[in-house]
């Protein structure tokens, strides 16, 4: 680093700059490199996603004393048995129906024909049977046809035609014959290898991968790699079984419609239902066209239509959440743009391998420190924790979709959980911004008007939800939200009747509560009051600033209960000196402080015992149970 200070400065400012380009050419070398060594990276991808599937295997096998090389190669020969057998079976079943083809032309031509009498009074509709029929006629030319006069190849133009020696020497000929069939031998040969030895070297591998990861916590490090390992075994496994499993359905099922070649579309359907999201309808494709081709009417089409639209459903809603939960723990995004990317750089086989290679990334990033951006870029978690989305949606000025997350939270817990877990959380984020001085006086009074306009909003949503209820409601981010929180504790589901508390809780609000001067305090108070209300202990809110200038309550005999609430620091002695004058104004009146932040519990009870307070709390669960156990008391 120079040291002259404007060159330090400069040099300063222009880092993020280098360090952009210079993740953007590490992209773009990675990516050449995939492109460039895909003969090399495909064989080795598949033989390390094929390990994941055979691993059970080999350790069922190893539970019964066979040693490890036997067990590999049984387990690895079996495997790439049955993949042969139906690499044969797929040959065997596409050449029959690639010679049964010139059987259905003259199916197609009268279905042709009989669409174009259909769509006769549809100008569009006609026009297109049209084209198809004449795009029909150009594909298959007529055999017997002669050139028209005047054309090349009539009797008056003649071709001419030239013989020419072929230039390609024994070694080209043999190339050009032995290439498409040494070709897809070496690949196979190279996923055999790497599989074998994959298997053979799995715990050194491991041990590599825990050097690689970071070995400073070994026992931590080594938990996440054995549950990433595990993880990613059941998954495979999981996807390959339903995945055999819906093209044996499929293939009973076109052979029940009369679809020929079942066992190709079966085969097919197994395999295309590794692509993402669009791999059932494209095995789909070729079902219907024979279909079409074979049944003079649409029976057997709309069969075949609607066996795909029911099976994959089936299999995509309802037995893949019972195997192996309700996603893959990728987004959607990161599906698609995965799918296209792999696309790309290895063509249809990459798009086969598109979801497993992404799924192994998230599970790398979820479980190795280093990685934990592509967690962030791939997966389906919310990047942001329940309360940083509330928080960064009051900056934003935007209520109403916090209003509309916390609607859907609603609907699996209770209110008093969600103020406590997420919004409390999030106004203590603003707090801080607050105190480093971060936020000017525009911005508080946005997030301070779109906090009331929350607490307001959700305060109509009726209650009447059942404690403990596991529904799931919302998107993916309320869904994680509800996961991480945990379930309502017992005290929401109490709500206290007039007739059950003692007279002098039986005012119409016998609970005061009072806020602070901070500018985030009156949202924080305001939901504690509409808690209580909601549990059957009417609240009338005040501030501090209405206090000082003289302001009181209605009725100062009716109020039982006396709840100071602070968000932001304030003086213990400037609390102290509330709490004794609450004492002097209301005689025999209970006293709560609610402290919104987390404190240890000996701590608490030091504190609650220097401010004199009846109970001091740290949330509003806390402060609810405190409330209901005095007005049961009396």
Same mark, same amino acid.
């Given at each position: 680093?120079?040291?002259?200070?404007?060159?330090?400065?400069?040099?300063?400012?222009?880092?993020?700059?280098?360090?952009?380009?210079? $993740?953007?050419?590490?992209?773009?070398?990675?990516?050449?490199?995939?492109?460039?060594?895909?003969?090399?990276?495909?064989?080795?991808?598949?033989?390390?996603?094929?390990?994941?599937?055979?691993?059970?295997?080999?350790?069922?096998?190893?539970?019964?004393?066979?040693?490890?090389?036997?067990?590999?190669?049984? =387990?690895?020969?079996?495997?790439?048995?049955?993949?042969?057998? =139906?690499?044969?079976? *797929?040959?065997?079943?596409?050449?029959?129906?690639?010679?049964?083809?010139?059987?259905?032309?003259?199916?197609? /031509?009268?279905?042709?024909?009989?669409?174009?009498?259909?769509?006769?009074?549809?100008?569009?509709?006609?026009?297109?049977?049209?084209?198809?029929?004449?795009?029909?006629a150009e594909l298959q030319p007529d055999p017997n046809a002669t050139p028209p006069e005047?054309?090349?190849?009539?009797?008056?133009? &003649?071709?001419?035609?030239?013989?020419?020696?072929?230039?390609?020497?024994?070694?080209?000929?043999?190339?050009?014959?032995?290439?498409?069939?040494?070709?897809?031998?070496?690949?196979?040969?190279?996923?055999?290898?790497?599989?074998?030895?994959?298997?053979?070297?799995?715990?050194?591998?491991?041990?590599?991968?825990?050097?690689?990861?970071?070995?400073?916590?070994?026992? /931590?490090?080594?938990?996440?790699?054995?549950?990433?390992?595990? /993880?990613?075994?059941?998954?495979?496994?999981?996807?390959?079984?339903?995945?055999i499993a819906f093209g044996l359905v499929i293939g009973l099922g076109l052979w029940w419609?009369?679809?020929?070649?079942?066992?190709?579309?079966?085969?097919?359907?197994?395999?295309?239902r590794f692509v993402p999201y669009i791999g059932a309808a494209i095995s789909a494709l070729?079902?219907?066209?024979?279909?079409?081709?074979?049944?003079?009417?649409?029976?057997?089409?709309?069969?075949?239509?609607?066996?795909?639209?029911?099976?994959?459903? *089936?299999?995509?809603?309802?037995?893949?959440?019972?195997?192996?939960?309700?996603?893959?723990?990728?987004?959607?995004?990161?599906?698609?743009? @995965?799918?296209?990317?792999? @696309?790309?750089?290895?063509?249809?086989?990459?798009?086969?391998?598109?979801? &497993?290679?992404?799924?192994?990334?998230?599970?790398?990033?979820?479980?190795?420190?280093?990685?934990?951006?592509?967690?962030?870029?791939?997966?389906?978690?919310?990047?942001?924790?329940?309360?940083?989305?509330?928080?960064?949606?009051?900056?934003?000025?935007?209520?109403?979709?916090?209003?509309?997350?916390?609607?859907?939270?609603?609907?699996?817990?209770?209110?008093?959980?969600?103020?406590?877990?997420?919004?409390?959380?999030?106004?203590?984020?603003?707090?801080?911004?607050?105190?480093?001085?971060?936020?000017?006086?525009?911005?508080?009074?946005?997030?301070?008007?779109?906090?009331?306009?929350?607490?307001?909003?959700?305060?109509? =949503?009726?209650?009447?939800?059942?404690?403990? $209820?596991? @529904?799931?409601?919302?998107?993916?981010?309320? !869904?994680?939200?509800?996961?991480?929180?945990? &379930?309502?504790?017992?005290?929401?589901?109490?709500?206290?009747?007039?007739?059950?508390?003692?007279?002098?809780?039986?005012?119409?609000?016998?609970?005061?509560?009072? !806020?602070?001067?901070?500018?985030?305090?009156? @949202?924080?108070?305001?939901?504690?009051?509409?808690?209580?209300?909601?549990?059957?202990?009417?609240?009338?809110?005040?501030?501090?600033?209405?206090? /000082?200038?003289?302001?009181?309550?209605?009725?100062?005999?009716?109020?039982?209960?006396?709840?100071?609430?602070?968000?932001?620091? =304030?003086?213990?002695?400037?609390?102290?000196?509330?709490?004794?004058?609450?004492?002097?104004?209301?005689?025999?009146?209970?006293?709560?402080?609610?402290?919104?932040?987390?404190?240890?519990?000996? $701590?608490?009870?030091?504190?609650?015992?220097?401010?004199?307070?009846?109970?001091?709390?740290?949330?509003?669960?806390?402060?609810?149970?405190?409330?209901?156990?005095?007005?049961?008391?009396?």
């Amino acid at each position: 680093m120079s040291d002259d200070p404007i060159t330090a400065r400069l040099l300063r400012q222009a880092m993020p700059v280098f360090t952009t380009l210079a $993740s953007c050419l590490l992209v773009i070398t990675i990516a050449a490199a995939l492109y460039l060594g895909r003969d090399v990276f495909v064989p080795v991808t598949l033989a390390i996603l094929l390990s994941f599937v055979l691993v059970p295997g080999v350790r069922l096998l190893r539970r019964i004393r066979v040693p490890r090389a036997l067990a590999v190669l049984v =387990v690895v020969l079996t495997a790439f048995g049955a993949l042969l057998g =139906v690499a044969l079976l *797929i040959a065997n079943e596409t050449a029959q129906l690639a010679s049964d083809l010139p059987r259905y032309q003259v199916t197609m /031509r009268e279905k042709i024909a009989s669409l174009k009498e259909a769509t006769a009074g549809s100008g569009t509709l006609s026009r297109m049977v049209d084209m198809v029929q004449d795009l029909s006629a150009e594909l298959q030319p007529d055999p017997n046809a002669t050139p028209p006069e005047g054309s090349a190849g009539s009797l008056a133009h &003649p071709l001419h035609v030239q013989i020419a020696t072929a230039k390609a020497g024994l070694l080209g000929t043999l190339g050009a014959v032995a290439g498409p069939i040494l070709h897809p031998l070496a690949t196979t040969g190279l996923i055999l290898i790497f599989t074998i030895f994959i298997l053979l070297q799995r715990e050194d591998l491991r041990n590599r991968a825990i050097r690689l990861a970071g070995s400073g916590d070994l026992r /931590r490090t080594t938990a996440a790699i054995d549950d990433a390992v595990a /993880r990613l075994s059941r998954f495979f496994l999981a996807q390959l079984v339903l995945n055999i499993a819906f093209g044996l359905v499929i293939g009973l099922g076109l052979w029940w419609i009369g679809v020929p070649n079942p066992i190709l579309f079966g085969v097919l359907a197994a395999i295309m239902r590794f692509v993402p999201y669009i791999g059932a309808a494209i095995s789909a494709l070729l079902p219907l066209i024979v279909a079409a081709a074979v049944d003079p009417g649409w029976s057997m089409v709309i069969a075949t239509a609607i066996l795909f639209v029911v099976v994959e459903p *089936i299999a995509g809603h309802v037995v893949e959440p019972l195997l192996y939960g309700h996603s893959t723990g990728l987004s959607p995004i990161a599906v698609i743009l @995965a799918a296209t990317l792999w @696309a790309f750089l290895w063509g249809p086989i990459g798009l086969v391998l598109a979801t &497993p290679i992404t799924v192994c990334l998230v599970v790398l990033g979820r479980h190795i420190e280093r990685l934990w951006y592509l967690d962030v870029i791939l997966g389906d978690r919310p990047a942001l924790s329940p309360p940083e989305i509330f928080y960064q949606r009051m900056l934003a000025g935007d209520p109403e979709e916090a209003i509309d997350q916390g609607r859907m939270f609603l609907k699996a817990r209770a209110l008093v959980t969600y103020y406590d877990e997420v919004v409390l959380a999030g106004l203590l984020m603003a707090q801080e911004d607050l105190s480093r001085g971060t936020l000017d006086r525009t911005r508080q009074d946005e997030v301070g008007t779109a906090l009331r306009a929350v607490v307001a909003r959700l305060g109509t =949503v009726p209650a009447g939800r059942t404690i403990g $209820s596991s @529904a799931s409601a919302g998107n993916s981010e309320t !869904s994680a939200a509800i996961a991480a929180i945990g &379930p309502d504790r017992q005290v929401a589901a109490v709500v206290l009747r007039p007739e059950d508390l003692p007279a002098r809780w039986r005012a119409a609000r016998p609970v005061l509560c009072v !806020s602070s001067r901070g500018p985030f305090d009156e @949202a924080a108070t305001a939901m504690l009051g509409q808690i209580l209300g909601r549990h059957g202990l009417g609240a009338q809110v005040m501030s501090m600033a209405e206090l /000082r200038r003289g302001e009181t309550p209605d009725d100062l005999s009716g109020i039982a209960l006396v709840c100071f609430s602070y968000l932001e620091p =304030v003086s213990l002695s400037q609390i102290r000196l509330n709490v004794r004058q609450a004492r002097r104004a209301i005689p025999g009146v209970r006293v709560l402080v609610g402290f919104w932040r987390e404190r240890d519990p000996a $701590s608490l009870d030091r504190l609650r015992r220097t401010l004199s307070a009846d109970v001091l709390v740290t949330t509003l669960n806390g402060a609810l149970d405190a409330a209901l156990t005095f007005a049961k008391r009396g």
